[in-house]
């Protein structure tokens, strides 16, 4: 069984509650020196013989690999690099591509709206008149029809933490003869992931899998599909024999394919040694210590701020590792909380949102958290007008 908090290996300012590890998880304490090697000893001393001498050409697999088991699948199936956005374009244009005849993507209102935007984006440029319908997520299974191409969902709602089922939801498109695209960027490193056969899946490696800010995404595709994927981002480092540099794209074998060009070979130090953590760590032990701090800390909001509502599922098997509060003022009352050293974030229009993440959270810090918290709320330091002015990033 895997012991939780496991607080050595991660940094944490002094006097400071992290519940916003779901945005951005913190440092592993690994990574400075680690990074700090890539620089000098690899990208310093090998130059341009790194991509061969130091694997840096091999890392997008070599990490997809590790990532694999996180989220429940084969290794080989797995290829990090560019941004989560650019991975649902290319996940949503090879889905399209398995069912040309059908005309409707469909996704819910709790999508969050990057994944939304790029499928936009993607119609627009196909040009077929293709339709985005987004339906309440409760709504989502009745909508899927026989003209329904693929199904796009985020698991867990990034705003109120509400969890779908994959294996009732994938069962149900399959039937219908849809695709499934999983977004796992809120459940990738927060709990067990059952992808159910569905055909893609995307995540990012910044949030619970704490690999820094601008880390790469991830992408899965289903090893019996993968030599049929004609990428829509046919970058060079996706081809077949990148160094032929031949006239015409060609796609690379299996999951090679879905590379484009140049990977961040300076974040995927940090990423390699952020997924060390994950190496012998039990996903199952690993959910129920959040459920537990999340119950905790529920209790202890509800007990003292009657003014905040829990906006998130109450049943924790329907939630992620995330809770949300609904507050008019939440904007305001989060820039107090903060303040006081408790960290979580806001999600317009009133979400006050806070991640659990027992690898370095224990039971007195959501003790400390829940006392903070309600001190703001109770004396309304949120009033203050130092708090009400919104910045570029809430
Ligand atoms: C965090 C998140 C993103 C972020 O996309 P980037 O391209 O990495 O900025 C996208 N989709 C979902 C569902 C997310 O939670």
Known sequence: MTQFPQKDLFHIPDGLIYLDGNSLGPIPKAVPAATQKMLTDEWG???????????????????????????????????????????????????????PDR???????????????????????????????????????????????????TQVDYRTGRLHDTKTITAAAHAAGAIMIWDLAHTAGAMPIDLAGAEFAVGCTYKYLNAGPGAPAFIYVRPDLIETIQPALSGWLGHDAPFEFEQSY??????????????????MASLQVALDIWKDLDLNDLRAASIKLSERFIAGIEATCPDLTLASPRDPNARGSQVSFAFDQGYAAMQAVIDHGVIGDFRAPNIMRFGFTPLYLDESDIDA???????????????DAKYQTRSRVT
């Open 250 to 267: 060609r796609p690379g074998h299996a999951i090679e394919r879905m590379r484009v060009g140049t990977p961040p070979v300076i974040q």
């Open 369 to 383: 958290a829940v006392g903070i918290i309600a001190s703001v709320m109770t004396q309304k330091l949120y009033t």
């Open 45 to 99: 001393e090998l130059l341009i013989r790194g991509w061969n001498k130091a694997g840096w050409m091999n890392q997008p697999t070599k990490l997809g690999d590790q990532i694999a088991p996180i989220i429940g699948v084969v290794a080989g199936s797995v290829a990090v690099g560019d941004t989560l956005s650019v991975k649902v374009f290319q996940a949503l244009a090879a889905a399209l591509q398995l069912n």
């Open 103 to 153: 005309r409707k993507i469909l996704s819910d209102n709790g999508n969050f709206p990057t994944d939304l935007y790029m499928a936009e984006g993607l119609i627009r440029t196909i040009g077929k008149d293709h339709k985005l319908i987004t339906v309440d997520p409760t709504d989502v299974i009745n909508s899927i029809d026989d003209d329904t191409a693929v199904v796009m969902l």
